[in-house]
């Protein structure tokens, strides 16, 4: 997952392969909610990793439910049954309505004394209606800051009290159907000797959702009746059962960032569109209809059982009129494809948008414009029409407003016909529901090579180039190619293959260098199935790197090798000659210096901090020796490119010269002044 401050999305241009989906944010914590509340264990199956399920998972923990984590993506829940929750608790629900709207209910209903809170946002979003049906049975529930939004308390320290369940509840349909959802998934835990009904004021928004809160609860054992989605039934006598064993369907309006990805994308040459895998057209979710939008709009879509294909069809997309009442969070994906369409899109009923992580109206109409649509938004609709041609698009850096789906559906923009980058701020949102987005966009985007952004590091011996590539690479995203670390390995692999380091073998070490299995995992670095990060960085492997990297054959060989690093989203390269032979074309180069003796002071330190015996005069003779062996060889001399920015570091720290390089960067990025750096 992307943790830096903001994500650059070079121009992206072809699609295609396969993608599969982690699983829906509404099944997943629907279902950990009504396994905790049931008897038995449940073994929920590929269950979302995500910021929303870990709050809903550290709550049951919270409330004395048994939850074992040990099974990868299978979670086994022991349910409370007819116990009684541990109380007083404290829960912290982060910005997760699923969580809190839920547990609100059915903690209220269990009876005990909790006190619900999250992150500022949650403390803005309303619970007011479900309160007020709370009360109507006889609950007592106090809010603990602005009246109508949590934190909340929930004040049955001495059990619950006589509940009012003759007359139906009655609750607003028309804010969010998760106040609904709460109450049908709290309810049965108190429809013992008598049916509860419930009534539903005004429109219910978001039907789709409550279908699938019914379906679940069937799962568990609760069949609820409803009339024309007005009037819900809940049986007498009921009660939660586990069924065991429950999968968790991937996420619907996930899907929607790909469905969009195909439709608009030109198909990559290698691929047959996008597949999409995990769900299907036959899923519970609503937000499978989305599909009809995007045919609607040109996609071609076929699918089966966990399983969608997209391929690109009309082209530029059509402009839609819709009402988006039952594909709430999909049709904000519906706004980024309008960007790709000929005519002006209309997005009607979409008032619950206001309600969401954040004012997402607000939020998708101020982002759109940044990139050159002309955009109306109304009380709850948006109309969008797209930049007039590639030259009216502008280059953005798009506020996320910590909302996952805001960082998703701008993702699709770096698509644009201008060819202009796209800057995501705070890519780590994307982690409430989707945390290896990006992983999975890169995975089946593509873009020619010359669009991957390259930032290179050269620099002589203890330099700190390394330690500074790597800073650099980890605050913006970026691969790393070390290429030090790919001589130091052809030179370890020569000798343990028997190969003498000398222009004699010359032509076998570079055959030997040609298919160098070599790789970087989570921050080692291996050589086939051995793990070299230390063999590697011995005082010997870093001479022997030296005499190889003065065997021109083998220098040839290693080129395309490191080529193929240049991946997106984009690569900072260190080492001798990135600048000035593999990557000459690179928007900067960076020829980061220091004096012998100072980079003699800083190899003694490492070396003594790992309790290596050295002499600092011997290991300044070393580097000046390896400086002029470098600085004279007839391939690729170690000298500055042309074009280079030279960095003395003698006197700064890390986070100076990162600062400083981070700084050249930004300079050469096409965003207005003031975005995220």
Avoid at 154 to 170: F, S, V, Y
Avoid at 286 to 307: H, L, S, Y
Avoid at 551 to 570: E, I, K, N, T
């Amino acid at each position: 997952m992307y943790s830096t401050a903001y994500l650059d999305l070079p121009p992206l241009e072809t699609a295609g392969g396969e993608v599969r989906l982690p699983g829906s944010k509404s099944i997943s914590n629907r279902v950990l909610l009504l396994a905790a509340l049931s008897e038995g264990t449940t073994e929920v199956h590929d269950l979302l990793a995500s910021d929303d399920t870990r709050v809903m998972l550290d709550g049951l923990r919270a409330i004395g439910c048994a939850v074992d984590e040990s099974g990868g993506s299978t979670v086994r829940i022991t349910g409370l049954g007819r116990s009684a929750p541990r109380s007083p608790a404290k829960l912290f629900l982060g910005n997760a309505g699923t969580a809190m709207r839920p547990l609100t209910a059915a903690l209220t209903l269990l009876g005990g004394e909790f006190e619900l809170s999250g992150v500022p946002r949650m403390h803005e979003r309303p619970i007011g209606d479900l309160v007020d049906a709370l009360r109507q049975l006889g609950c007592r529930i106090d809010y603990l800051g602005n009246e109508g939004f949590p934190p909340l308390r929930i004040a049955h320290a001495d059990g619950l009290p006589p509940l009012a369940l003759q007359a139906p509840i009655r609750v607003r349909g028309d804010v969010s159907s998760q106040f609904l959802t709460a109450l049908l998934m709290a309810l049965p835990l108190v429809a013992q000797t008598q049916d509860v009904v419930i009534e539903v004021v005004g429109e219910l928004i978001s039907k789709p959702y409550i279908h699938i809160t019914l379906a679940l609860l069937a799962r568990f054992g609760i069949d609820v009746r409803h009339e024309q989605w007005q009037r819900f039934t809940i049986p007498a006598g009921s009660r939660y059962r586990s069924p065991g064993s429950i999968h968790v369907e991937a996420d619907a309006s996930s899907a929607s960032y790909f469905i969009a990805l195909g439709a608009l994308a030109a198909p990559a040459s290698n691929h047959n569109g996008i597949k999409i895998l995990g769900v299907g057209l036959d899923s519970i979710q609503g937000d499978i209809r989305f599909v009809e939008a995007a045919r609607a709009m040109g996609a071609q879509i076929t699918g089966g059982p966990n399983w969608l294909r997209i391929e690109r069809g009309a082209w530029p997309l059509k402009a839609i009129d819709l009402d988006c009442n039952h594909i709430p969070d999909a049709a904000m994906t519906l706004a980024a494809m309008a960007l790709y369409a000929e005519g002006t899109t209309v997005l009607r009923n979409i008032a619950s948008w206001r309600v969401k992580e954040t004012d997402r109206l607000a939020a998708m109409a101020i982002e759109l414009r940044k990139l050159g649509a002309t955009v109306d938004e109304g009380a709850d609709f948006l109309r969008v029409t797209p930049p007039a041609d590639a030259a009216a698009w502008r280059a953005a850096s798009i506020h996320t407003y910590d909302d996952h789906r805001v960082a998703m559906c701008f993702s699709l923009a770096a698509f644009n016909p201008a060819r202009l980058p796209v800057r995501i701020e705070d890519p780590k949102c994307v982690a409430k529901t989707f945390p290896q987005y990006f992983e999975a966009l890169f995975s089946v985007a593509q873009t020619a090579v010359r669009h991957i952004p390259v930032l290179c590091i050269d620099g002589p011996t203890a330099s700190g180039k390394g330690t500074l590539a790597a800073a650099v690479a980890e605050r913006l995203g970026y691969g790393l190619l070390d290429s030090g670390v790919l001589y130091r390995a052809t030179a370890l692999a020569a000798t343990r293959a028997g190969l003498a380091i000398s222009p004699g073998n010359e032509g076998a070490i570079a055959d030997l260098a040609r298919t160098l299995p070599v790789r970087f995992e989570g921050g080692s670095i291996w050589l086939g199935d051995s793990d070299v990060s230390e063999a590697i960085r011995t005082e010997e492997a870093g001479m022997n790197a030296s005499s190889v990297s003065a065997l021109p054959a083998v220098r040839q060989a290693l080129v395309a090798l490191q080529h193929g690093f240049q991946r997106l989203p984009g690569l900072v390269a260190d080492g001798r000659d990135m600048g000035t032979v593999i990557f000459p074309a690179a928007p900067l180069k960076v020829y980061l210096t220091a004096s012998a003796a100072c980079r003699a002071e800083r190899r003694y330190k490492q070396l003594i901090s790992k309790g290596i015996s050295a002499n600092i005069d011997d290991l300044r003779a070393d580097l000046e020796a390896r400086d002029a062996r470098d600085q004279s060889r007839a391939v690729a001399p170690l000298k500055p490119a042309q074009d280079a920015l030279v960095l003395d570091n003698s006197l700064l720290t890390i986070d100076e010269a990162v600062s400083q390089v981070i700084a050249w960067w930004q300079e050469r990025q096409p965003f207005a002044p003031g975005a995220q750096g």
